[in-house]
């Protein structure tokens, strides 16, 4: 019954494919030969834009590109030079070998060649033939090379991508040369034609995650992809979750190691950000600088971050749900302070709680969208004033200003920005639970996210991984960090049983060998 259903899903995606295919068929539009009709089709298609040059070059060649997205210098010196110096009656293949450029093309469709016209190529049309020169001479300006705003770390590289895929890919190969390295290109929107780029290295990914995002992307129909943010929301596999279940990075490093793990990996051009997944929950709470660490010290910062998080989901609710329900298990050292400081609060705790909460993510949204150092001030000097003027009105207590502070404060641990946001969201259905219903609300809210968690994949892998299902040879790294000798080379939901798995195939081929020589 299961492989009935998987052949009829396999057939209706082979339909799919061949209507699409069949779609792009009919759109294809061929080149005129002739120089006016073909000048009039490209005005048409492009609507007679301002920047548009058209040279002509001799009676019968025109060369044709966008002003400011060609290479002038190589425009000027290879290609007019080559035009202006070729013998009458030369053929679109004559000038093609004759260029002596990295990227030159023939091409005979008219829509293609304006999307090349429109990432930097120059066209080159000879009268009576129904093909064109494409020469890549693109002079595109990107931003330079820079550390990484939202992944900085102390130990390790400094240099994060830009928005160049070109470039990107470039630092994807310094890291990995290697000949395994694959690299498939796809074009998405209808409007905006992005590239992207679908890395991984054969033998290590696993082929069923590979052709997972590959079908994901190719089965996308949507006008415009501007960001890879955007992408990760359509190719991941539960969009309503508030949890990430894929790994938005802008630290080459990073992405090269979830590559070298068995990870696939996506570069958008335009996006600073790649794209790196499968991604398991407890590898969002891991940083690369973990690795550059010596593993008792990598492991007590682990340590330290899941603390934090505790305390930034919990604590606050905790504190509403005790001051509601359960007095009685509030010390009795601590009841005095505690009713001294709430004696003239008009609120009961959950309004009390959710009132701060609110005050803090207002300063942490305004400090972020703001320049850095005026951000940085209004952070700091709005949370001393307002914190203070509330406790003096008598509006909120000074022992849930700490409270409030602290789970803002450990927060910022996580590592991963979405898995920040995700935290920061959570918090607020807890304190409500826990406002109506006390511990059994907080439990509750546990149980609910626990089995949300349970359910969730990423890619078609458990999102739990390694401890649901358990998988006890990625327990050394995970919660802390064992030393190297402990550690297997792929990582978490990247096992290939077909793969190079680096250190566990060493160890295989020497005990094989031991056994033939005994």
Same mark, same amino acid.
Do not use: C
């Given at each position: 019954m299961f492989n009935k259903k998987k052949k009829e899903k396999q057939k209706k995606q082979q339909n799919d494919q061949q209507k699409k295919e069949a779609k792009k068929e009919s759109k294809k539009e061929p080149i005129s030969s002739n120089r006016y009709e073909f000048l009039q089709s490209l005005k048409e298609k492009l609507h007679s834009p301002s920047d548009l040059i058209i040279r002509y070059v001799s009676p019968t060649t025109t060369v044709i590109y966008v002003d400011n997205l060609v290479d002038i210098s190589l425009l000027n010196e290879q290609v007019l030079k080559e035009v202006q110096n070729a013998k009458q009656g030369a053929t679109p293949q004559d000038i093609h070998t004759n260029l002596k450029l990295p990227e030159v093309d023939v091409m005979d469709e008219l829509n293609k060649t304006i999307l090349e016209m429109l990432i930097g190529a120059c066209i080159i049309h000879i009268e009576g033939f129904s093909e064109v020169v494409i020469a890549k001479i693109s002079s595109i300006q990107s931003r330079g090379l820079s550390a990484p705003e939202n992944e900085s770390q102390v130990i390790g590289s400094q240099v994060g991508f830009n928005e160049s895929i070109a470039t990107n890919i470039s630092l994807v190969r310094r890291y990995i040369t290697n000949p395994d390295l694959c690299n498939e290109k796809f074009t998405l929107g209808h409007q905006t034609n992005t590239s992207l780029s679908l890395l991984y290295i054969h033998g290590i990914a696993t082929e069923e995650q590979v052709n997972t995002v590959r079908q994901r992307i190719t089965d996308l129909d949507i006008a415009d992809i501007i960001d890879s943010a955007v992408l990760e929301g359509l190719i991941d596999d539960n969009s309503l979750s508030l949890f990430p279940q894929m790994l938005l990075t802008e630290r080459p490093d990073r992405f090269c190691d979830g590559l070298l793990s068995g990870k696939v990996g996506i570069l958008v051009n335009g996006s600073s950000m790649a794209i790196l997944g499968p991604q398991s929950f407890i590898e969002f709470f891991q940083s690369r600088e973990d690795q550059n660490l010596r593993w008792s010290i990598a492991s007590f910062v682990r340590l330290l971050r899941f603390i934090a998080i505790f305390i930034s989901i919990y604590l606050t609710p905790i504190y509403v749900a005790t001051l509601t329900f359960h007095y009685e298990v509030i010390p009795q050292p601590l009841l005095v302070p505690l009713n001294e400081s709430r004696a003239i609060v008009p609120f009961p705790p959950i309004i009390e709680a959710l009132l701060l909460e609110i005050i803090i993510e207002l300063l942490r949204e305004a400090g972020a969208k703001l320049p850095t150092k005026v951000g940085q001030t209004i952070g700091i000097v709005g949370g001393i004033v307002i914190g203070t003027a509330a406790v003096q009105a008598g *509006?909120?207590?000074?022992?849930?200003? /700490? !409270?409030?502070?602290? @789970?803002?404060?450990?927060?910022?641990?996580?590592?991963?920005?979405?898995?920040?946001?995700? *935290?920061?969201?959570?918090?607020?259905? /807890? !304190?409500?639970?826990? @406002?109506?219903w006390g511990y059994f609300g907080i439990m509750l809210a546990v149980c609910f996210i626990f089995t949300h968690l349970l359910r969730q994949t990423t890619l078609g892998a458990p999102y739990l991984a390694p401890f649901y299902p358990p998988r006890w040879k990625d327990w050394p790294d995970s919660i802390i960090r064992l030393p190297s000798t402990f550690l297997s080379r792929q990582g978490i939901n990247n096992r290939n049983p077909q793969g190079n798995n680096q250190g566990e195939n060493e160890g295989n081929n020497q005990k094989s060998e031991k056994k033939v020589t005994e």
């Open positions: *509006i909120t207590s000074n022992i849930l200003i /700490i !409270i409030v502070a602290l @789970g803002a404060l450990s927060s910022f641990t996580t590592p991963n920005y979405m898995m920040g946001n995700a *935290i920061r969201i959570i918090r607020f259905p /807890i !304190i409500i639970l826990a @406002g109506f």
